[in-house]
């Protein structure tokens, strides 16, 4: 990655922030511009469109469900459907409903939006530590793996996660993925199609012989199951560098002294931890808001005291929400350049027609659902995360991930993720503790007429059977419906449930073992499935029974 094009598209950036409107104004011109004669822009009259409130009128508001159909129908091989340039590859997510989203992707939006948000979102990380990018193989890459075994759509383009995306293929040499360059980190052709979970084993197995400096993680699951499979891998470790090998194949040169190094900081410590491999480890990027913000200060001590968190850029398979822009721990300004974006208040639903809001006319402290359009064919697409305002760079307001558009009801109380985050962010402040992890799940009542919340909580220290009065008065206090379905006693007080300190992270582990690559792996708030929560929550230690 070259760091001139990291500090050109930050100062692109930069420059945009005072001046929202304009960039907005001359971004969308661009889109309609490019794609008015599509399929689509032909349906919507995207020809006579010149204002962000004419686009409003000629154009709903569409989640990716919504915009399937025309998906689909590039998909089948008609031209010029969304975008005047045809997709070449699809973004895949599951998406909160499980299903696997297809999002187009086009050599513009890629050249346009895309990259050029990537090269941007690595500043902070390059100025505060000027060295971190300049040596690839001081860099473990957790997030990327552009030679992962690849999906294809119905019409055989590929069909994969943004991590997974070699950019070179898109003429951009300099946006390899840092870490993915160094020789050492090449998983060899002959286990190149092994399982997700023996990948990332690998990519453990060979950094241990390395000097790393910076773990690129992004998804915070990936950074908390680092050390974990550590600590359950490490064995494993030593007998593959003493051997030269790779899950027992000849691949590097035996090194016993590493081996004998790593094996004396299992026996003096009972276990190994990122530290003792890379005591030279100074940044990781990641994801530092909702559930990780409460468990990311503790895994970051297993990594070493001196390790700084820099805030990955916000972002779904849709598209580009914010980039960070400074040392701020969870926050960053909207990628004016790449999307033009509305935004719903958060506290009732998204619908087609709802009244949306620019970015000069958002209020601070507050929560929107995301609405955005950008030049790959998601024309004001509403995506299924939430952020809250908190504050402005120059005139362009700071966002932070707040939780997915996901709702549940016991008695009408619509809780929503972010209440629930709040909730529980409060109680852990009020009764003094710290969780390695949670989730909610919600028990109705047999008799249909209520319910009760519990919360499978692995904690940090010693639990506490206060957390869970606390949580309830603050389930109260961050959503009014709780509060009056507590009073009239159609909502029963939450449980909290104790679990294994490692149960959410062996089923992390499970879920990998399983064919899902680990940047897919996401906390979740409201766990969706019952199975995962019945693992959770019975999870005893090994041996145990």
């Not at 001046?19 to 399929?39: F, K, Y």
């Not at 300099?174 to 002959?190: K, L, M, Q």
């Not at 004998?260 to 900081?265: L, N």
Request: glycine share 8%; hydrophobic share 40%.
């Amino acid at each position: 990655m070259q760091a001139e094009r990291v500090l050109a598209e930050h100062r692109r950036l930069l420059d945009s922030l005072d001046r929202p409107e304009e960039v907005q104004r001359d971004l969308l011109a661009g889109i309609l511009e490019q794609n008015a004669h599509t399929s689509f822009g032909r349906e919507h009259g995207l020809a006579k469109v010149r204002t962000i409130e004419e686009f409003r009128r000629a154009v709903p508001i569409r989640t990716h469900e919504a915009l399937m159909p025309w998906i689909e129908r590039a998909m089948d091989g008609a031209p010029k459907v969304l975008t005047a340039d045809d997709p070449v590859v699809y973004f895949s997510s599951s998406g909160s409903t499980g299903r696997e989203k297809h999002i187009p992707i086009t050599p513009t939006y890629m050249r346009r939006t895309f990259l050029p948000f990537y090269h941007a979102s690595f500043a902070p990380l390059l100025q505060t530590l000027p060295q971190a990018l300049a040596a690839p193989h001081a860099v473990l890459n957790l997030w990327q793996d552009p030679t992962a075994p690849i999906a294809r759509a119905r019409n055989g383009q590929p069909h994969i996660g943004a991590s997974q995306v070699d950019y070179r293929k898109f003429g951009e040499d300099s946006a390899v993925g840092p870490g993915n360059d160094a020789p050492w980190s090449r998983i060899p052709d002959e286990l190149a199609t092994a399982n997700p979970w023996n990948r990332s084993y690998y990519k453990l197995r060979l950094a241990a012989e390395q000097d790393i400096r910076v773990v690129i993680g992004v998804n915070p699951a990936m950074v908390a199951g680092l050390p974990y499979q550590l600590r359950e891998l490490w064995p494993r470790i030593v007998e593959d560098i003493r051997a030269g090998t790779l899950d027992g194949q000849p691949h590097t040169t035996p090194n016993p002294e590493r081996a004998d190094e790593i094996e004396r900081y299992a026996k003096t410590f009972g276990t190994v931890h990122p530290y003792h491999l890379w005591p030279r480890l100074s940044a990781i990027l990641v994801w530092n808001s909702a559930l990780a913000s409460l468990y990311l200060p503790r895994v970051r001590e297993t990594y070493g005291p001196g390790v700084q968190l820099f805030s990955a850029p916000i972002a779904s398979c849709e598209g580009p929400a914010g980039v960070p822009v400074d040392r701020h721990p969870s926050g960053a300004p909207l990628y004016l350049p790449g999307c033009v974006y509305e935004f719903v208040p958060a506290d009732g639903p998204i619908t087609a027609d709802s009244e949306t809001r620019l970015p000069t006319e958002l209020e601070e402290n507050r929560e929107y659902h995301l609405v955005f359009t950008h030049v790959g064919g998601m024309y004001r697409c509403a995506v299924t995360d939430v952020v809250r305002v908190i504050g402005h760079v120059g005139r362009t307001p700071r966002i932070e991930y707040v939780g997915r558009d996901i709702v549940r009801s016991a008695a009408g109380e619509n809780l929503t993720e972010a209440a629930a985050l709040r909730a529980l962010r409060a109680a852990c402040q009020d009764t003094g503790v710290e969780i390695r992890n949670a989730t909610y799940h919600l028990d109705p009542d047999e008799s249909g007429t209520g319910g009760r919340y519990r919360l499978a909580v692995a904690f940090a220290g010693p639990p506490t059977t206060a957390l869970a009065a606390a949580l309830d008065a603050r389930l109260a206090e961050h959503c009014p419906g709780y509060r009056s379905g507590r009073r009239a006693g159609m909502i029963a007080p939450v449980e909290v449930i104790t679990v294994h300190p490692d149960a959410f992270l062996r089923e992390w582990e499970r879920t990998i073992r399983a064919g899902q690559r680990p940047p897919r792996v996401k906390d979740r708030v409201f766990l969706p499935n019952d199975d995962a929560w019945h693992r959770i929550v019975t999870t005893e230690p090994e041996g145990s029974g």
